[in-house]
């Protein structure tokens, strides 16, 4: 079709070719000349073809005839309900809603309304692939970034983590700072420090202003004071805000030292488990924007302590990788069955009966639509304070 427009698509193309063949049926001989030389020169058709275009007469759909098995978790009917559930658990995959589901319903059909039977029954049958096809209209990406500010003090002195962690146990702890600078590194802002437990999950948060040495070493005692667990292990990047005098000799000055390690320079796979959480615990929540308030650190440490921090470990199921099957060269990764970190720590021999009995008491008060509403009000009052603040 040498001669068709190029800017047409096909669409247009199906009308243009409907307007002229509708009027091609009442012209006189004449007309329909001059309507042959308009499909030859607007769609490319030779003018045998363009006779028989224009003399065909339209295609009326016949009923639409459906096969293969019958649709048995309607989008019409489950996505309204799972959305809402969805959102509260911060758009989390269809295989961690698979495990959460069970707890989350109860907890939205007591703080919201009371669920259909038949929509209960169906979202607890369905698999993690039916659930991801259910929510794929409504899912987003977003892309981020994070800064190192690289430190050589002690840091020959300080191994790169290899046979040191004992990864089945739980208190080996992978740390990182994220900078709530909204893209601009000048002048003094508000840090996120991040933990992740590597066995269990479980996640601690503490806000800083600036990022000093003293102020790092307080975020740290502070986050361990806030473990269900001892700490054994403590591995970070090569920041200056972890490789100082200060942290070192607070980890080995006691009883029971604790492991330092660091990653490899410029190796962000290192530190692969705490860099995931950057963003979905840090980024997802407090976003790019800058806070520049020091008056944001205590309304910011109150969230991530309580409202936050239990939605986080209490309710939030996360997968962890078992195994690696390495066949003809491809790799294929084996992951568990999706837990919340609560559901590890209790299962862990390194925390003690007191202490799970304690997180079941403090569990059975809480509600997570209630927490993420709590969460909801309190990143409000901190967007006030920084949007009043710039």
């Known amino acids: 079709m040498a001669g068709m427009d190029k800017d047409m698509n096909q669409t247009t193309r199906m009308q ?19 309507l042959l030389d308009q499909a030859v020169q607007l769609l490319g058709y030779h003018r045998k073809s363009a006779i028989r275009a224009l003399r065909a007469s339209a295609v009326v759909p016949g009923p639409v005839i459906l096969t293969g098995r019958p649709v048995s978790y309607e989008p019409s009917l489950l996505v309204p309900w799972l959305r809402p559930i969805w959102q509260a658990t911060d ?16 907890a939205y059909e007591q703080h919201e309304r009371r669920m259909p039977g038949e929509v209960r029954e169906k979202l607890l049958l369905a698999s993690g692939r039916t659930l991801d096809r259910l929510l794929e209209p409504l899912r987003g990406q977003g892309t981020g ?7 050589t003090l002690l840091r020959q002195q300080i191994p790169i983590r290899g046979s040191f962690w004992e990864e089945g146990k739980a208190g080996w702890l992978e740390v990182d700072t994220v900078a709530l600078c909204g893209g601009n590194v000048a002048g003094e802002f508000v840090w996120m420090v991040d933990a992740v437990d590597y ?12 990022r000093g040495q003293s102020g790092t070493l307080a975020a740290l005692q502070d986050m361990e004071a806030g473990l269900p667990f001892s700490l054994l292990g403590l591995d970070s990047d090569n920041g200056g805000e972890f490789i100082n005098h200060h942290v070192l000799k607070w980890l080995q000055k006691r009883p029971q030292p604790v492991f330092m390690t660091r990653s490899r320079p410029f190796k962000k796979d290192d530190n692969a488990h705490v860099e995931q959480k950057n963003w979905t615990h840090v980024r997802q929540c ?3 924007e800058r806070h520049d308030n020091p008056e944001l650190v205590a309304p910011m440490n109150a969230l ?14 996360s997968l962890k990788l078992e195994h690696k099957d390495h066949k003809g060269g491809k790799v294929r990764r084996i992951y568990g069955a999706a837990q919340t970190p609560l559901a590890r720590v209790l299962a862990s ?14 569990k059975a008060r809480l509600n997570p639509f209630a927490l993420k509403q709590a ?3 309190g990143m409000k009052a901190i967007s006030a304070m920084r949007r009043w603040r710039n």
Do not use: D
């Open 349 to 362: 021999a390194q925390v003690t009966q007191t202490t799970k009995e304690r997180l079941l008491k403090t």
């Open 286 to 288: 407090f976003g790019y």
């Open 145 to 151: 970034r994070s800064l190192t500010r690289p430190g």
């Open 199 to 210: 066995a269990t999950t479980w996640v601690e948060l503490r806000a800083m202003w600036g």
């Open 16 to 34: 243009v070719l409907e307007k002229l063949r509708r009027r091609y049926k009442t012209a006189g001989a004449e007309h329909k000349r001059k």
């Open 304 to 317: 991530v302590k309580g409202a936050y921090g239990q939605l986080l470990n209490y309710f939030h199921a």
């Open 375 to 377: 969460v909801t009000r």
């Open 91 to 106: 758009y989390a995959c269809g295989r961690r809603l698979v495990a959460m589901l069970p707890e989350w319903i109860p």
